[in-house]
């Protein structure tokens, strides 16, 4: 049964990445296929390397982000031994566990007891770690850590292909608003000039000006002059005493 939880777990895995989904819905399942391929475990949770600083970016269960937060706000556990030292580790007893001297006791005051974290590596770097913990003592034994570190092997690669798409995202998203602000700008810079008469050069000098004297962006400056014209021309166009035309600020 236990392998046979392994298998569905990784065909769910491989599929993952195949749909349009948000990356951290693609993390929690992540997760939640841990849980269902490892015995004994009741949550689990995926640690990722940003910047190498670990955080704990999502979780199938409350108490997990929890325990993590602990782990992070201490600067001591078993996630963070295991992406320095890219060896799992485990233990059934938190509560006495020399290893995290303040960590241990504290979980285990809050009924966690059994831990089991596995590194996410690839060939060239540690992606994470992969934190599956149980109330029960003793919960994770020999079986459960080879399975763990099988699913860890294939999870490894999802979350790196998740990491890729989310940065993908994020540039995307960077791209297209420096598009967009450089549009605007360039439709704020056409109204100065058709107004004033000056150059692309002078023209840009107001809203510069007004950027660092009012410590706002210049796309943000344009935004606001775009939007003004826009509504003049609309007040100038509408039927006759329908709309009262704003003052030119000017």
């Given at each position: 049964?236990?392998?046979?939880?392994?298998a569905?777990?990784?065909?769910?895995?491989?599929g993952?990445?195949?749909?349009?989904?948000p990356?951290?819905?693609?993390?929690?399942?992540?997760?939640?296929?841990?849980?269902q391929?490892?015995?004994?475990?009741?949550?689990?949770?995926l640690t990722?390397?940003?910047?190498?600083?670990?955080?704990?970016?999502?979780?199938?269960?409350?108490?997990?982000?929890?325990v993590?937060?602990?782990q992070?706000?201490?600067?001591?556990g078993?996630?963070?031994?295991?992406?320095?030292s890219?060896?799992?580790?485990?233990?059934?007893?938190?509560?006495?566990?020399?290893?995290?001297?303040?960590?241990?006791?504290?979980?285990?005051?809050?009924?966690?007891?059994?831990?089991?974290?596995l590194?996410?590596?690839l060939?060239?770097?540690?992606?994470?770690?992969?934190?599956?913990?149980?109330?029960a003592?003793d919960?994770?034994?020999?079986?459960a850590i080879?399975?763990?570190e099988?699913?860890?092997?294939?999870?490894?690669?999802?979350?790196?292909?998740a990491?890729?798409?989310?940065?993908?995202?994020?540039?995307a998203?960077?791209?297209?608003e420096?598009?967009?602000?450089?549009a605007?700008?360039?439709?704020?810079?056409?109204?100065i000039m058709?107004?004033?008469?000056?150059?692309?050069?002078?023209?840009?000098e107001?809203?510069?000006a007004?950027s660092?004297?009012?410590?706002?962006?210049?796309?943000q400056?344009?935004?606001?002059?775009?939007?003004?014209?826009?509504?003049?021309?609309?007040?100038?166009?509408?039927?006759?005493?329908?709309?009262?035309?704003?003052?030119?600020p000017?």
């Amino acid at each position: 049964m236990d392998d046979d939880d392994l298998a569905a777990s990784l065909t769910g895995l491989s599929g993952l990445l195949t749909g349009l989904r948000p990356v951290r819905e693609t993390l929690i399942q992540i997760a939640e296929f841990a849980v269902q391929a490892i015995p004994g475990a009741e949550g689990a949770g995926l640690t990722m390397l940003e910047d190498n600083r670990a955080q704990t970016v999502v979780a199938s269960a409350e108490f997990v982000q929890v325990v993590d937060d602990v782990q992070y706000r201490l600067g001591e556990g078993p996630s963070l031994l295991a992406v320095q030292s890219r060896r799992t580790q485990s233990s059934g007893s938190l509560g006495g566990e020399t290893r995290w001297p303040r960590f241990g006791p504290r979980v285990g005051r809050m009924g966690v007891h059994s831990v089991l974290s596995l590194p996410l590596l690839l060939p060239d770097r540690v992606v994470g770690a992969m934190n599956v913990y149980a109330h029960a003592k003793d919960a994770f034994g020999p079986n459960a850590i080879r399975i763990g570190e099988l699913f860890a092997q294939p999870a490894a690669v999802s979350v790196r292909n998740a990491q890729v798409l989310a940065q993908a995202q994020r540039l995307a998203a960077q791209l297209q608003e420096a598009l967009t602000s450089r549009a605007v700008i360039d439709q704020a810079l056409g109204i100065i000039m058709s107004r004033t008469g000056s150059g692309p050069e002078e023209a840009f000098e107001r809203p510069r000006a007004m950027s660092q004297s009012q410590h706002l962006k210049v796309a943000q400056l344009s935004r606001v002059l775009v939007d003004e014209a826009v509504h003049r021309a609309r007040a100038r166009q509408a039927p006759e005493g329908r709309t009262t035309p704003h003052p030119d600020p000017r």
